[in-house]
């Protein structure tokens, strides 16, 4: 009997909840640590980072309109769908270069990341919303809202905590997110981007492209519909390119150049502005 | 296709009942007590009978818990806290909590229709509102358990050990979220003591967190009467007590822990003001007036049972509150049209009862709809008192019934001073257009929660407590986890 021909997938890009291959018709091989080619994956072009801020752009108003505590669910969907793809996940981290075993604790670790932001969606402004005493017969309420729309420059690796541990934190709050995936090791973002298409995120609230970060990560900077943009994972180049590109509309930056295990509120934080209201109490 | 049908001859809008199934709920004859992680025989050997309130048919005999029984309980709690809840991770406490909101989710349907069973509350509102804020608060607290740092700058969380926690039939998941929820965010396991009428939707609860696999012992449910709870919250190896009934039995509590380091929350009673302005929506208003009396047939510590309104409009809100009245359905819970169901008990109907009649001896004028009432089952019909003055026994005691007194002032002064004028402090309502004369009212009324043209409104992310002799601690929001934490000085 001949063996049974396996169908293999096709990797593409992630925007407004579709999975369209990039309008360039550009692609490029993504290696294994071996150095075997495990897939060719879009290379996103500059027409594709604006279709995904259109998107994002689009998507975040209705994002941000939710309660927290429906975001809160959504996120909280997102690690169960982690979790049950956790076998096609911890294989991809491996040819990646992991042992099965460290790629497993990745799957793991970006479950429980992912359930641990999805707590904060109702209560980070509980920690940096307050009531402000002034001296005068005001109610005083600070309260944070959503920036926009975010750009994030997910890290080279790990390949799916260092995007979960990003991501996370920007959308928790009603931002909507334009992703630029690892450049190295895109299988897993691209999978996670079937999660999130399963996981209740309507369309547009995360965009995920492939491809080259020191071609995209300018474009990004340079938007002028874009909010802020999360550094963590360029490079020391690409990161001048976009605090030059920043400036034209005053963009937010975050993140140093590196990726770092943080798992923190203040990246929920940095990702808000804070709304201050006045009224008046008085007959 | 449809343009085919023939047209019906007439339009029948006479009511037609929509009865809820209770098929879906398997009950068992006979409960024991849920102890380490088992359903287990009571060594005091007695059970009691728990009664639908709206027929009187018996639904289950439940085990009456000892002292004994409550030391069994206590002991698996302590033993739960020692070997592990209390140093479980964070993260692990967050997930079993998650899994709990979603089970309660995939199951919301059972638990309303026997709630509503068990309690005589409309299956609308246990459908409606109770069960999914149940869920909502368990989500919510499983979010705080792995963040405990960051809940109150400076103190080091960590948790006091086995709560004993008493809660009451009026919202009997409801209160046993609000008392879980918190206390397992925070790391301590717990023995709660649902109340004597309405004991069956926290057996089912203990159920679902076995199936969890929430470790043995951490939740313990003991059912029976005020001695059980007396036996629980007296209890030398229980840490802190948490209870929310009467302010009678909460001072009783007090009184017994006096002299002994155990924390203590209570959430007591209540006899809120609900002012209504000349100003004010008052469509809505007549709305909100409503929902805050008769919401779960006015067993509500919150419910809005003193209405003032501003003199100018009085005798036009009334007459249109009366109108209101009229449309209300009482009848059966499980009625999915049913607005006020069954009283949840004899004993509770006979002090409603007892309280209307003292109305009107005192001299104020009653009105009641005309309503047929099911002839089994605990019922009274909703009730309004105007001509109330401020030293009637209606104006002053909580009738926990859908029994509303009506007074009138002229001023904001004058409303501040009359809805003050109690000893309870658990909630208030204020309608006004005026956003100023909102927060001017909200500085000075004295209640620990104030709605603004709204009311009965609530939040797993909000906290709620009260003022005075309401009681003190706050449950939900940030706030909740606090009564649940070691605190600066222990």
């Not at chain 1, 995120?201 to 995209?216: C, K």
């Not at chain 2, 359903?39 to 000892?66: D, W």
């Not at chain 2, 004899?346 to 003292?358: C, G, K, N, W, Y």
Request: hydrophobic letters at 40%; one cysteine or more.
């Amino acid at each position: 009997m001949t063996p049974r021909l396996e169908v293999k997938k096709t990797y593409k890009l992630y925007i407004n909840g579709e999975f369209p291959r990039s309008e360039s018709g550009r692609s490029y091989p993504a290696l294994s640590a071996d150095g075997d080619v495990l897939a060719r994956v879009a290379r996103g072009s500059r027409k594709d980072l604006r279709d995904a801020v259109r998107a994002a752009r689009t998507a975040q108003e209705k994002w941000a309109a939710k309660s927290g505590y429906n975001r809160g669910q959504i996120l909280y969907r997102i690690a169960e769908m982690i979790e049950d793809r956790a076998s096609a996940f911890a294989e991809q981290l491996a040819a990646g270069g992991l042992t099965s075993a460290r790629a497993r604790r990745e799957v793991g670790e970006s479950v429980d990341r992912m359930v641990w932001y999805a707590g904060w969606a109702d209560k980070f402004s509980q920690i940096f919303g307050n009531l402000n005493p002034v001296a005068g017969p005001f109610f005083n309420i600070s309260a944070p809202e959503p920036t926009g729309v975010v750009g994030i420059v997910a890290p080279e690796t790990p390949a799916l905590l260092g995007l979960v541990s990003r991501l996370a934190p920007v959308i928790v709050s009603g931002n909507a997110a334009v992703v630029v995936a690892s450049e190295s090791q895109p299988l897993p973002a691209i999978t996670f981007s079937e999660v999130l298409e399963s996981s209740d995120v309507p369309s547009g609230v995360v965009n995920i492209l492939t491809g080259s970060a020191e071609e995209l990560v300018p474009w990004l900077a340079d938007h002028m519909d874009v909010n802020a943009v999360d550094l963590a994972g360029a490079s020391a180049e690409v990161t001048l390119r976009a605090q030059e590109g920043a400036v034209h509309n005053v963009k937010r930056l975050v993140g140093k150049s590196g990726y770092s295990d943080a798992q923190s509120p203040y990246l929920i934080a940095a990702f808000t502005e804070t709304k201050t209201v006045w009224h008046p109490k008085g007959l | 296709m449809a343009k085919n049908l023939p047209a019906p001859k007439s339009l029948d809008w006479a009511y037609a009942p929509s009865r809820e199934s209770t098929d879906i709920v398997k009950l068992e004859g006979r409960y024991g007590l849920f102890i380490d992680g088992k359903f287990r025989a009571p060594l005091s050997r007695k059970y009691f009978q728990t009664v639908n309130p709206a027929t009187e048919e018996p639904l289950a005999q439940v085990a009456s818990a000892n002292a004994a029984d409550v030391n069994r309980a206590v002991k698996a709690a302590r033993a739960a806290f020692d070997n592990g809840w209390g140093d479980l991770s964070g993260v692990e406490r967050a997930k079993f909590l998650f899994r709990i909101a979603r089970m309660i989710q995939e199951r919301s349907r059972e638990m309303a229709v026997l709630e509503t069973l068990d309690g005589g509350k409309p299956i609308r509102e246990s459908r409606d509102v109770d069960l999914p804020l149940v869920a909502a608060h368990f989500f919510y607290y499983a979010g705080w358990a792995d963040k405990l740092e960051y809940a109150f700058p400076g103190l080091k969380p960590e948790p006091l050990g086995v709560a004993g926690q008493v809660i009451p039939w009026n919202f009997p998941l409801m209160m046993l979220a609000w008392k879980i929820a918190p206390a397992l965010a925070a790391g301590n396991t717990v023995v709660l003591k649902p109340a004597e009428t309405t004991p069956l939707s926290a057996l089912l609860f203990a159920q679902l967190a076995s199936e969890a696999g929430l470790p043995p012992g951490v939740i313990n449910i003991i059912t029976g009467a005020g001695e059980t709870g007396a036996a629980l919250v007296e209890h030398p190896d229980v840490d802190k007590v948490a209870f929310t009934g009467s302010t009678a039995v909460g001072k009783r509590i007090a009184t017994s822990l006096a002299g002994t380091d155990k924390r203590l929350t209570l959430e007591l009673g209540g006899k809120a003001a609900h002012v209504i302005f000349d100003d004010a929506p008052i469509d809505q208003a007549i709305e909100g007036v409503i929902n805050g009396i008769f919401f779960n047939q006015g067993h509500v510590c919150c419910a809005g049972s003193r209405l003032f309104v501003q003199e100018t409009i009085h005798d036009r809100f009334v007459e249109k509150l009366k109108r209101r009245l009229n449309t209300l359905r009482v009848g059966d819970p499980l009625d999915k049209n049913t607005d006020v169901g069954a009283i949840n008990s004899a004993e509770q109907l006979a002090r409603i009862s007892e309280l209307v009649e003292a109305g009107q001896e005192e001299g104020a004028e009653m009105y009641q709809p005309a309503c047929e009432l099911p002839g089994n089952g605990f019922w009274f019909r909703p009730t309004l008192f105007t001509g109330v003055s401020q030293s009637h026994r209606i104006a002053q005691e909580e009738i926990f019934g859908p029994v509303l007194s009506i007074m009138s002032f002229r001023t904001p002064d004058e409303a501040v001073e009359k809805a003050n004028n109690t000893p309870y402090g658990l909630s208030a309502g204020v309608w006004t257009q005026k956003g100023s004369r909102i927060l001017w009212m909200a500085d000075r009324l004295q209640a620990g929660v104030v709605w603004a043209n709204t009311y009965n409104k609530f939040d797993p992310a909000s906290p709620f407590g009260g003022y005075k002799e309401s009681g003190f601690g706050r449950e939900g929001g940030r706030h909740g986890l606090l009564a649940y934490l070691k605190g600066v000085d222990e």
